[in-house]
């Protein structure tokens, strides 16, 4: 997903690389390379329109400024526009007031509806809720059973129609399904419906009853991200036939062109809730529009991270380890000085989130075991190293590290792990920053 759409971002924004300042023309001919870009992933054209006219009046107002060159604020500019297109803040799932909350799914059929009806349930119960589900959708045959088997699978509760009590009336159903609840204290109810393989009246009309009989708090369009330009016409005819309230991103593990997600939330108005990402209960997450722009540009939030630093760090201290960034020149004694600044900053997952490649396989790992205990470990092991292993990390062999280990309390595995991770990391920062030329500014901001 959004493979080619980085790449040409990528490619696009570093064409701006080492210039100091950015004539009409380049804006001209970065604001044309986006457009293509955004109109090759599949983005809706009036989308497109506004974007580009976005980018474009705000890149011609650019001033210079210490702390980034121009390129790096159209970098900035094109990052921000992108949260704005993907919805802005994150917009979290709504709850009723009395309980039982009503979510109710609408979709055409194989968007991912029952599949996204257990990882909500799921994802609810890891929550403290206490979920039903309700199987609505008796159009398609094995529905019902494929929603249970789900449900069992979340280990949540399946309100389904007994056969020869209301069987073919999904409206009665989801009604029976809510009282259901209500009376044995489920606080949120998920109405999964019937779809079809295409837009039609009598799907929309079903959706409506059930809608006007349950009331949700949430009325979630399910669209399948891979539908393409087809997913806007979708949910338009979702928005005026149904109505809702938010939608739900499926297959953004697919290999799409994005351009779905980039286009729904601004053609109807309504934001992305969540975002699912394959079969498994567990691939499915609130959807937040910074990081998915952040995911688009493939670089993590390196200027957020640059402009926090600035602001934690002294000016001088701040470019001076930027420019090591860029270098691939910083070693373990810049990093361990990072780390106390950057305790300062907040909790060390978000930091280490904004991270240019924080989104790699092998980074996600790392970031995933990072907590601020093992940081306090990671710090010991630095403390334990002499200055020289801590300029030039390459000469901790297989004694020093022995012996490190045994000094902070710590295993050899500890410190080979570090050390590995120390090598990893500086080379990702060296790569992304080359790419996007933030050796530049800080080489010259010093
Ligand atoms: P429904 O007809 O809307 O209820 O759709 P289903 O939940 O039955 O999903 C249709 C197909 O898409 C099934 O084969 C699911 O396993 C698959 N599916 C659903 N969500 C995802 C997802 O996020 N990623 C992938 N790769 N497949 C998904």
Redesign the pocket.
Known sequence: MFDTLSERLGATLANLRGKGRLSDADIDTTAREIRIALLEADVALPVVRGFIARVKERAKGVEVSGALNPAQQVVKIVNDELVTVLGGETRRIRFAKEPPSVVM?A?????????????LAHWLKGQGHAPLLVAC?LQ?PN?VT??QI?GERAGVTTFAPEPGNGVGDPVDVARRGVAHAREKMFDIVII?TA?RLGVDEELMRQASDIREATRPDETLF?V??MIGQDAVATAEAFRDGVGFTGVVL?????DARGGAALSVREVTGQPILF?????KLA??DVFHPDRMASRILGMGDLLTLIEQAESAFDQEQAAATAAKMSTGELSLEDFLEQMLAIRKMGPIGNILGMLPGANSGQMKEALAQVDDRRLDRLQAIIRGMTPAERADPKMINGSRRLRIANGSGVSVNEVNELVKNFFEARKQMKQMAGQFGFGGAARSAT
Do not use: I, P, W, Y
């Not at 059929?109 to 257990?118: P, R, V, Y």
């Not at 499926?250 to 697919?254: E, R, V």
């Open positions: 799914l979709g055409l059929q194989g968007s991912g509806k029952t599949t996204l009806a257990g990882k959708d398609r529905a494929q929603l789900v999964d779809g399910v399948d991200a499926t297959k953004l593990d697919g975002a699912s990402s394959g079969e691939d499915f």
